[in-house]
């Protein structure tokens, strides 16, 4: 997505709301998740994704999206990157979840609102509440489950 001015205040509001399911993600053995990608196992991923989401926000808010990519080599730990469609009401965001060793971090690749306005502030807004209207955990509880916004 191009970047612009509300792109990493749109990613950090994501990002915050993810960092539950970006935590019970990693729970998951990355030499499953990366057999899966390299298999092309998509209908098994979306499974895990669906099963982990389903923990934090209301059914159909997250889905597995397109697919994923992984960073593999000697002497790293590994990498692996989902490609996720989130769609709490009003909103649909294509994003990238990469999940590492001891982090995770978020990219949003595409946004788009049903009926935007022309303030986008206001869309921003928008965006905050109908993900905090989609999740299970109330926002304002301290969570250690944070993730980086990419920037």
């Known amino acids: 997505m191009k970047k612009c001015s ?3 205040r749109r990613e950090a509001i994501v990002a915050h709301a993810m960092g539950p ?4 993600l990693r729970l998951i053995d990355p030499a499953d998740l990366i057999s899966l990608l390299r298999l092309e196992y998509h209908g098994n991923i979306s499974d895990l994704v669906s099963s982990a989401a389903e923990l934090y926000f209301h059914p159909g808010t997250i889905n597995f999206g397109t697919g994923g990519d992984y960073s593999l080599d000697w002497n790293t730990y590994p ?3 989902l490609d996720l469609e989130i769609k709490p009401r009003g909103v649909t965001i294509h994003a990238q979840l990469t999940l590492e060793a ?3 971090r978020l990219e949003i690749n595409y946004i788009n609102f049903v009926t935007p306005s022309t303030n986008p502030d206001e869309n921003t807004d928008f965006l905050e509440k109908s ?3 989609a999740t299970f955990i ?3 509880a301290g969570m250690s489950h944070r993730i980086a916004a990419a920037n």
Do not use: D, K, N, Q
Not at 21 to 24: D, N, P, Q, V, Y
């Open 21 to 24: 399911l970006a935590s019970e």
């Open 138 to 140: 109330p926002s304002s």
């Open 131 to 133: 993900l905090r209207e």
């Open 79 to 81: 990498s692996v990157t």
């Open 6 to 8: 509300y792109s990493a």
């Open 102 to 104: 001891e982090s995770a």
